[in-house]
Structure formats: C-alpha cells, structure tokens
C-alpha cells in the first residue's frame, strides 16, 4: 500500500507506518495513493478525484477544515480525525493559562527581565486565586470535560457550560451548569474558555457586542481555532474592558503576526499553537492516525470515522 505523508509526526508513529506501508512525500503520483496522513495540508476536491485508488484520509488532530468532505463522501473515501489523542494535553493548557493570567505570571516575567521592579510583590501586580470561582466552558467536549474535572476536583470551582449540541440531562450528568445562551454564560463567568470546532456556526462566535457580556474582571482562553474571536473586539476588551487578560494560542492567521496590536498588551499571553504539542500528545496522536488509516486500508474497524 502507499500512503502520502510530508510532515512531522512522531518518530515512532512514522517508523510504525514505513513498516507497514510506501510513504511517499508527494502527490506526483496521486492516483496510486491508498491514504493520505496530514496535519495542516490541505486536501482539495481536485486532488481527491484524482486519486482514483484512495481509500481513508487521516487527519492528525480534530478540525476537518483542511479537507473537502464533500468530495470524500462523493468518491467513497473515508475521512478520520483523532478527537481524543491530545485532550488532555490541551485541557492541561488551559489551566496554566487560567492560572499564569490569575497571577500575572506573563506580565511579572516580561517587566522583570527589564528591570521595572524596585519593590518585591507590587501592588498593582495584585493576583486572584482560582479558587472557587465560576469557570465558563464554550463547548462541552472532551477537552472542556477534562478542564471541568481539574478545575472541579483541584479548585473547587463551579462549573458551566454553554453548547447547542448537549441536552440538559447529558449537561447534568457531565457535572455541568448549562446555559442556552451564550450571552448568560459569559455574565456570570470568572474564567472563560474556548474548545468548539471552526464552522459556519461558530466564526465570530465571540464578536461586537458579545464582548460587553463577559463578567468584568473575566479571563478569557482560547486554544481552539482563531476565527472563533474577533481580535479586534478582544483588543478593546483588554484595554478598554471588560476582559483583565487573556490567553490566546490560536490566531485568525498563524503564527501571529509580530505587528499584531495584540502583541504590545502586557495583559495578554500568545503562543504559536502548542496547545496539543507534547511529547505524549504527539505519540498518541501520530500512532492513533496510523493504526487508523492501515485498518480502513485493510478493511477493519478503524476510531474517528467522520465520512
């Protein structure tokens, strides 16, 4: 069997698929491909019509968006994701982001470095605690599952949830508060975090005047996708309020642009999308999107089947 594979994915997984398969690292050949492993590239209509052989597409991460799901269905190819390899690296994320933006951890590092500090804990560095505040989950999945757990169990928070796709009773037996607007959640939230897919529903989610409902003094974390939040609302939040920080690993454009206006707010945290990129992560991904495209090739049953 062939199977197409240009990018980096954990040693071990790639060794696991050279075993069992040809890798090859283009599509000159598109019409003898068996699968296709990407991570970021995208996978058009065109190039799945031409690939008269192909059987499964396997994504290493969660988001479909790089690849033409219509065309899939249309030429019977399979289409798999991996929705739980890195939850609980990314749920991990967020709560040192909860934390370090409580604390001040990202402002006190930079102004310390160039010596603005003549005094030992400043005032007007003042932090919060965690503890016991209301933590707001946009999306109930696996990774705001995972968050809710932490943030439950380690800081005795209370927890709420805003998604469409999750009745009442399945809200209840997660543990959550479920809110049918999106507007409550955010009045009555401490800390806010992002985990919903990109989709037609969900660019802008958090735009104009949403962000007049968030609590004042909130946090807001986002390691889902960029164009769930408008940048220039959230800019104005930050400066003009209601937001005290936020912490964002996800941009409209990837990596954030250095003369992003986002990046002289000392109350604001980026980083080049490493919500997922650990060691373990990696591992448990790369190995899951082998074994999961061999297995569709093969014939068996195979995890993450979206088409």
């Given at each position: ?103 001040h951890f990202y402002e006190c590092n930079v102004k310390l ?60 037996a997660l543990g959550f508060k479920k809110y049918e607007r ?126």
């Amino acid at each position: 069997m062939k199977i197409y594979l240009n990018e980096f994915i954990h040693p071990d997984a790639a060794s696991h698929l050279r075993s069992q398969a040809e890798v090859v690292t283009n599509f000159d050949h598109i019409e003898e491909l068996d699968g296709i492993i990407v991570r970021g590239t995208q996978v058009t209509g065109e190039m799945i019509r031409a690939a008269k052989n192909l059987k499964v597409i396997g994504r290493h991460g969660i988001a479909m968006n790089i690849i033409d799901l219509d065309a899939a269905r249309e030429c019977g190819v399979r289409v798999l994701n991996t929705p739980r390899t890195n939850a609980n690296s990314v749920a991990e994320y967020i709560v040192g982001c909860f934390l370090a933006m409580s604390r001040h951890f990202y402002e006190c590092n930079v102004k310390l470095r160039r010596g603005a500090f003549t005094r030992i804990a400043p005032p007007d560095l003042l932090g919060s605690d965690v503890s016991g505040k209301t933590v707001g989950l946009v999306g109930m999945g696996n990774i705001s599952q995972l968050v809710a757990k932490i943030m439950r169990n380690a800081f005795d928070c209370e927890i709420c949830g805003y998604d469409p796709f999750v009745d009442n009773e399945r809200a209840a037996a997660l543990g959550f508060k479920k809110y049918e607007r999106l507007e409550d959640l955010l009045e009555v939230s401490d800390l806010v975090n992002i985990s919903v897919p990109l989709s037609k529903g969900t660019v802008g989610l958090v735009s104009g005047d949403m962000f007049r409902h968030f609590k004042p003094g909130a946090i807001l974390v986002n390691a889902a996708r960029g164009q769930i939040v408008n940048e220039d609302g959230l800019y104005c939040a930050l400066t003009e309020g209601p937001l005290k920080a936020a912490a964002f690993d996800t941009f409209a454009v990837e990596p954030l642009p250095k003369d992003s206006k986002l990046l002289t707010l000392e109350n604001f945290s980026a980083t080049p999308h490493i919500g997922g990129n650990t060691e373990e992560a990696l591992y448990r991904t790369g190995i899951a999107v082998v074994d999961n495209v061999i297995n569709v090739i093969k014939g068996q049953p195979a995890d993450g089947i979206i088409v």
